[in-house]
Structures are given as C-alpha cells and as structure tokens.
Nanobody, 116 residues
C-alpha cells in the first residue's frame, strides 16, 4: 500500500501560479508512473500530467506550456507547477500512483480555485 497526500491547493487569481505537492509514504520508484488528475464540478476526472520513473512526461493539451510536473525521488514527492492559471483550471486535483503489478493509488485531492 502507498499513501499519497496532496498539498498546495488554494484560491488564486487568473494569471497566477500555484505549486502542488504529492508526498508518498514510500519510495516512488516502486510505482511505474506518477500523475496528477483533476475533476471539475459536473465533469469527469481527467489526466493533467504524468511522469514515469525514467522522467518521461506527458501533459493534457489544455495545460501544455503552463504546467510542469516533476519529481524528487529523495523526498518521495511529485510536484505540479501551475503557471498562467485560468478559471477553467478550477478543480479538485488528485495525485495518482500507478503500480507495476496493476492497480492505482489515489490521494484525497486538493482544491484549486482560480478567480477571474
């Protein structure tokens, strides 16, 4: 089992920045891929960004050029730097860890609200 705890959400004005953190209870090397998902009210959860153990990243088209995912293996932490935030980025952001043997781990989420 892996516990994932998100932090860093909050209220920010459009154009502002936030950095989300996801702290894992054990080495993130034991997980194939770490990702950030988000779910806005009335919408399905969607992948925002992901990073593999080798450092490969992928992003949703809507956040490319604005968001950056990174990892600190020594701290067992994954980050999501969010710049140039827009009201449509408002959502609950969830950290996800994908297991090598199947299955996923999820954090409880952190709310990001972007005011116009």
């Amino acid at each position: 089992q892996v516990q994932l705890v998100e932090s860093g959400g909050g209220l920010v004005q459009a154009g502002g920045s936030l950095r989300l953190s996801c702290a894992a209870s054990r080495s993130i090397f034991t997980l194939k891929r770490m990702g950030w998902y988000r779910q806005a009210p009335g919408k399905q959860r969607e992948l925002v960004a992901a990073i593999t153990n080798s450092g490969s990243t992928n992003y949703a088209d809507s956040v490319k050029g604005r968001f950056t995912i990174s990892r600190d293996n020594a701290k067992n932490t994954v980050y999501l730097q969010m710049n140039s935030l827009k009201p449509e980025d408002t959502a609950v952001y969830y950290c996800n860890g994908e297991s090598y043997i199947g299955g996923d781990y999820w954090g409880k989420g952190t709310l990001v609200t972007v005011s116009s």
